[in-house]
């Protein structure tokens, strides 16, 4: 099942100084934090605030190319979390046909930005996330319930009032 979900910021691992692209679905249901490149949290970052870089950077090219050539950007799915890493499809429509893109999930969010399209998180991923970033931190919990809290409590560090504060 593929839940929408919508960038709500950018913000700063305080541990290790990575930046995290912060998704959140519109109930506030659920939660999607990706340590992402510096570059990519850049082009990100500046398409939430509306900052226009003097020279097209990298995104910009490439919504540019797309538009110039009628290829649209429909949706991005983040389609799989394996090693630590996500994995993500950046959907195209071409004349009457649609392509897919193997994509690092902050590209495609970059791009997804720039050409209005929406953003997919499989629900899987999600579950996978949550179990990923319990173990990373050392919760060994054993019932799923109380890993869920400690989860929602360590979300609760990307509160909307965080974004912004960290400079890139």
Known sequence: MLIEMKVVGIMIDPVNSTPIVVLRDNENKYTLPIWIGVSEASAIMMELEGIKAPRP??????????TDLSIFATKVEITELKDNTYYALLFLKVMDREITIDSRPSDAIAI??????????????????????????????????DKKKKYDELLKQFSNTDFGKYKM
């Open 57 to 66: 950077n990298t995104h910009d090219l490439i919504k540019s190319i797309l």
């Open 112 to 145: 997804a930005l720039r050409m209005s399209a929406s953003i997919f998180v499989d629900k899987v991923v999600l579950d996978k996330s949550i179990e990923s970033i319990i173990s990373a931190t050392g919760i060994s919990d054993t019932n799923a319930e």
